[in-house]
């Protein structure tokens, strides 16, 4: 056992069950003999194996944990073994999607992932729709319709001529053996994913495997956006909508020059996009608008559904070559190798097409008018609760925890001196009930540190606070319900933040993360089973931390945390804000605007892969997540507090001028400002469903306004 340990170890990796939070039974060249395993900080691992008896084996010995949290399903070992078809009849995801609880981008992710879709495997990479037909006029008009794609009709029937000669191929094929179909390549091939990521590592050197070590012909290259369509006929891949560095010849490759002599290095853009972030800004708008959200559905019909094979996929002019077809042939039972190898071959050439999910109609997405009624309905007044604490101290903390499914809604306010109160959030009525009673956290805490609301995080189920800054140096765990100190883990700490798994998921562990003046940044693992901080070696009585993430030269001053990436940034007095993994990869650092040495001292991130930072001297920066910066201006406020909405649009700020306001995030254009309060505002925290901003005062008041983002998403749409 030593020995196989040592081997795996030294040529693969080693995986601590505890950190297994999802499985998945995944397909190999179309027989369902892999799994994929999803660890806590974000990466996944797929495995195949001789058989499908090896794969129930192999989920039978691993952890019960079903394929997670995420989609509502039980977590059990048979949800682990289930068809994508079944995952797909039992999850609520569609109905939250139909509710536009979430969006299209994760709706497609969602469907991509039950489906078999992975990024593990090149032939089985996950597939996004050409949304936009308009690659060619100066400005893009995200309004009209004819500049989006007719979702009902497969990428390769678009016009109609090309729609008349597959459907002529297919009507007159005659063979014996091959079953007709309408076309030969598929949609999603490894060799199209490494030619749409060519410019990118690590899938240049695969690419270059692909090819013999060499690049492709130039004009066969992935070089335009305009003519793409034209010369790989098949749908995109996520990264269109979240990675411009995809568009970028950022390491100078050699890509040869087209035809016409034009050298091939970053791909030309649409004349309506001022750069790769503004192209993929605008494709991710386009994918999230009303024209497509109104047809998402016939294209899922295409892919996932109903018309993906059989009688209405003719219909439909979507037949694939028949090798492209989960059940089309079974690899297990060839006896001859020659015939096993070359079917192999194929299946990788052809591409494969997705799990089918349903086999019927897909049901459409609900109307925003429907959904949205604050858009069409009279002005509300922007404040409509003001709550007064008694002690007067400021609130420097707030966190709202207001989800339905947190057995207690509650909004946290944690006070300047070390007050705090759990608020019960009345979900008929949106408004709080003071009638818990206030707690202290103590005289513990170093009254030389100025409070701030870094030093304090509460769990997503308003159960436990975590708060630093006592004058031991410690970071401490407490139980909201009685302040009782759970667990005392001693440092230097002076900064912390916590990440959830989901806010609806509430019995699962969560990572804390920790920074102090001595340059470091931990992550450590809290489990709610044993209500303790567990170190990377099991302890509770005094735990190790599972990462530590360096490369500061001094002070911590702030951290945040990209949970779906496992991507933490932390800032430093006088230094670069850096980048890293959750277990301690060291990614990258961003520097302030003209390299000057400033104090990163409020950090947001969003999911949508961009960073806003605000440094001292008024300095507010958006950064993407691989370092470059986007947009930085001088904001005339001291700002004491800011926050993204889940979407990433909108940035929230409120600082000594006690105003709060309401910017576009990517390019930091200011769209609304509230009434002025008559103190400083010193924190900020939005409810979950968006619709109540949440202001801590100087004075020991907490605002509630109210706050409408569909209004500006409509009132401030652009041409482009």
Known sequence: ?????????????????????????????????????????????MFAFPDH????????????????????????RRMSSASGKQLFKMSSMTQKWQRREISNFDYLMYLNTIAGRTYNDLNQYPVFPWVIVNYDTDELDLSQPNNFRDLSKPIGALNPG???????????????????????????????????????EPFTTMFLNLQGG???????????????????????IPEFFVLPEMF????????????????????VLPRWAKSAEDFVRINRMALESEFVSCQLHHWIDLIFGYKQRGPEATRATNVFYYLTYEGSVNLESMTDPVMKEA??????????????????????????????????????????????????????????????????PAVTTITCNHNFAINRWNTNYQLLNTGL???????????????NASHFVTTADNRFIFACGHWDKSFRLYLADTAKILQVVYGHFDVVTVITRSECNLNQDCYVVTGSKDCTVMVWMFTSRNQAIIGD????????????????????????????????????????????????????????????????????????????????????????????????????????????????????????????????????????????????????????????????????????????????????????
């Open 248 to 267: 970028m010849n950022t390491n100078r490759y050699q890509l040869g020059n087209l035809d016409e002599g034009d050298q091939v290095t970053d791909v």
């Open 53 to 76: 008896a090896t794969v129930k084996k192999v989920i039978a010995a691993l952890p019960r944990v079903g394929v997670g949290v995420k989609y509502g399903l039980s977590q059990s």
């Open 162 to 200: 090309r729609r008349e000669f597959f459907e002529e191929r297919y009507n007159s094929w005659e063979h014996d053996q091959i079953p007709p179909f309408h076309y030969g390549t598929h949609y999603s091939t490894s060799a199209f994913t490494l030619n749409w990521l060519i410019r990118v």
């Open 537 to 720: 070696n099991g302890s509770i009585e005094q735990p190790t931390p599972k990462a530590t993430l360096t490369g500061h030269k001094s002070e911590v001053t702030s951290i945040n945390v990209l949970a779906e990436l496992g991507m933490v940034i932390s800032g430093s007095v006088d230094g670069p804000c850096l980048v890293h993994t959750l277990s301690g990869d060291l990614l990258r650092s961003l520097d302030a605007p003209g390299n000057r040495q400033l104090t990163a001292q409020l950090l947001c991130m969003s999911r949508e892969m961009f960073v806003v930072v605000k440094f001292d001297q008024g300095e507010i920066c958006n950064f993407n997540v691989n370092g470059r910066l986007q947009k930085h201006i001088k904001h005339k406020d001291n700002v004491q507090a800011m926050t993204l909405s889940r979407d990433g649009q909108y940035l929230m700020m409120g600082g000594d001028s006690g105003i709060v306001e309401v910017w576009r995030s990517h390019d930091l254009t200011l769209l609304y400002t509230y009434p002025a309060c008559d103190s400083s505002i010193c924190s900020l925290a939005l409810s979950h469903d968006h619709k109540f901003l949440l202001a801590g005062l100087a004075t020991g008041c907490l605002l509630v306004f109210n706050i409408d983002f569909n209004k500006w998403h409509h009132e401030y749409q652009e041409k482009y």
């Open 1 to 45: 056992m030593a020995r196989v340990l040592a081997y795996i170890d030294y040529l693969h990796g080693k995986w601590n069950f505890n950190e297994v939070r999802a499985i998945f039974a995944r397909r190999y060249l179309l027989q369902n003999v892999a799994i994929e395993i999803f660890l806590a900080n974000r990466t996944a691992i």
């Open 214 to 236: 060499k690049f492709d012909h130039a004009d066969r290259t992935f070089h335009s956006i305009s003519q793409a369509p034209s010369y790989m006929r098949c749908e995109l």
């Open 343 to 408: 079917i192999e071959n194929q299946i990788r050439c052809f591409g494969q097409t997705p799990t089918q999910l349903l086999a019927e109609p897909h049901p459409p997405r609900s109307s925003v008018m429907h959904l949205s009624p604050m858009m069409f309905t009279s002005v509300q007044d922007d404040v409509c609760m003001i709550m007064k604490f008694l002690s007067n101290s400021p609130v420097c903390h707030v966190s709202a925890n207001t989800h339905p499914a947190v057995p207690v």
């Open 437 to 451: 009673q206030r707690r202290s956290l103590g005289d513990n805490f170093d009254q030389r540190l100025k409070v």
